[in-house]
């Protein structure tokens, strides 16, 4: 084959055997009549292609949809005050990112035999597929690193959120910056007439990929998962001590509500110092000023709430992991195989089914968040005001917030305004927590 040479200069027209062999290399047969300079579907997908299409396709539009409704939602409802919830923005803004760009280009380059997208495509495809991967990754990251320290102290300042997402787009793009290392394009039309606008793109063999794609293994999904799975079994711990201690205090506290008898009597300690007795507090008729110098109750850790809402994130970024896995280890094991014409055909179909797998959360990520928000407008303590009380475990926020509310009733003339105890949580728009009416 003839080099490109000088201006002026043509190319030698090759020979039909020789074309013959790059269109075997390219296509996998040995066709010297297709123009290679079209899209040609691998033949192994030529009968399932239509299925491919239609699961992607179910994909995107899914995904697109439900993550539109919950970036729609927790702006409307300006939940992104919630860390949590930010971090959820994040990922829904990365799902969005995903269907509209990654989804379509990875499809299709799944069911094309040869590249037609030329040498920048080439180069930056990897890079494209693998930032919102690791965006994900490193959002679920923070979030279960913010939750277990809001958990073990509510007081504590939590993450400042959109730094830490902004963070997370910027350390993707960094780590995804060896790629053009490992990436090489081939311009055949440089060494063949026939064949201008028809290149190969292939990794660079000279330098080892091998080592870079264990490395993004071991840090963005093995590293990640186990602290995200050490983090999470420490805040469910957590939330199960502060359940039984709170439940077992409340029990003591509030025995003579529960049977119809009054509350016990409690002591007020104002900011100077002093000390009201109940009896005194509830003739208290002091002027509006005079509220300030009565401290506000400490907000106190929902802890039925923020248990919901730990199943619910546990649950998501589980199916994160799992859907995850089948790619990360054949990215991994793929150098270990050696491809051959008859193999091929069958490391095509499995490639493809991963790769669907791994985009799955884009679609279950924004459901399961759905249910969880529908499951907090429904499923409030409100809900249960008249029921029967069974377990003094599950009651623990029922009862502290009655004994609040007749505590300030009796604190309070009916001319002035009681002081907000509302508890903190994850669904109401400045605070977190769900609305009650």
Request: with cysteine.
């Amino acid at each position: 084959m003839a080099r490109k040479g000088s201006k002026g200069s043509t190319k030698t027209p090759i020979d039909p055997h020789t074309l013959e062999i790059i269109h075997e290399y390219i296509l996998g047969v040995a066709n010297d009549s297709s123009d290679l300079r079209e899209p040609h579907l691998r033949p192994s997908l030529t009968e399932t292609y239509e299925l491919v299409i239609f699961a992607f396709s179910l994909l995107i539009v899914v995904g697109f949809v439900s993550n539109l409704i919950v970036f729609y939602a927790i702006i409307r409802r300006k939940m992104y005050r919630d860390t949590t919830q930010a971090f959820v923005l994040n990922n829904a803004i990365c799902d969005i990112v995903k269907c509209l760009f990654v989804l379509p280009l990875s499809a299709y380059v799944l069911l094309v035999q040869n590249w037609v997208l030329g040498e920048l495509m080439c180069t930056f495809l990897p890079m494209i597929q693998d930032i919102p991967m690791h965006v994900s990754t490193l959002t679920f990251t923070l979030m279960a690193w913010d939750r277990q320290r809001f958990i073990r102290n509510p007081h504590q300042t939590r993450f400042p959120a959109f730094v830490c997402c902004f963070g997370t787009w910027l350390t993707s793009m960094c780590l995804v910056l060896p790629y053009p290392l490992y990436i090489m394009y081939v311009d055949i039309g440089n060494y063949v007439e026939e064949l201008i606008g028809v290149g190969i793109c292939i990794y660079n063999l000279v330098d080892d990929m091998e080592e870079y794609m264990r490395g993004i293994f071991l840090t963005m999904y093995v590293a990640p998962m186990i602290l995200v799975s050490y983090m999470y079994v420490r805040t469910s711990q957590k939330l199960r001590n502060r359940m039984k201690t709170s439940a077992k205090g409340v029990r003591m506290s509030a025995e003579g509500y529960i049977n119809g008898h009054r509350l016990l009597q409690r002591d007020t300690k104002f900011a100077d110092g002093s000390i009201n007795s109940r009896s005194t507090s509830e003739n208290y008729q002091g002027n509006e000023e005079d509220v300030e110098h009565i401290p506000r109750r400490v907000p106190k850790l929902n802890v039925l709430q923020e248990k919901r809402n730990q199943g619910y994130l546990v649950f998501t970024v589980s199916v994160y992991g799992i859907c995850m896995c089948p790619i990360m280890v054949l990215r991994l094991v793929r150098f270990y195989l050696v491809e051959t014409y008859d193999s091929s055909g069958i490391i095509d179909v499995v490639y493809t089914v991963f790769v669907w797998i791994a985009f799955a959360p884009v679609c279950i990520t924004p459901l399961v968040h759905i249910v969880w928000q529908f499951s907090c407008l429904y499923d409030t303590p409100r809900c249960l005001k008249g029921a029967e009380i069974k377990h003094s475990g599950d009651t623990v926020d029922i009862l502290d917030s009655a004994l609040s509310a007749s505590f300030q009733r009796r604190l309070y003339s009916d001319d002035q305004q009681p002081l907000s105890t509302g508890s903190s949580s994850l669904i109401d728009g400045s605070s977190g927590s769900c609305r009650e009416s």
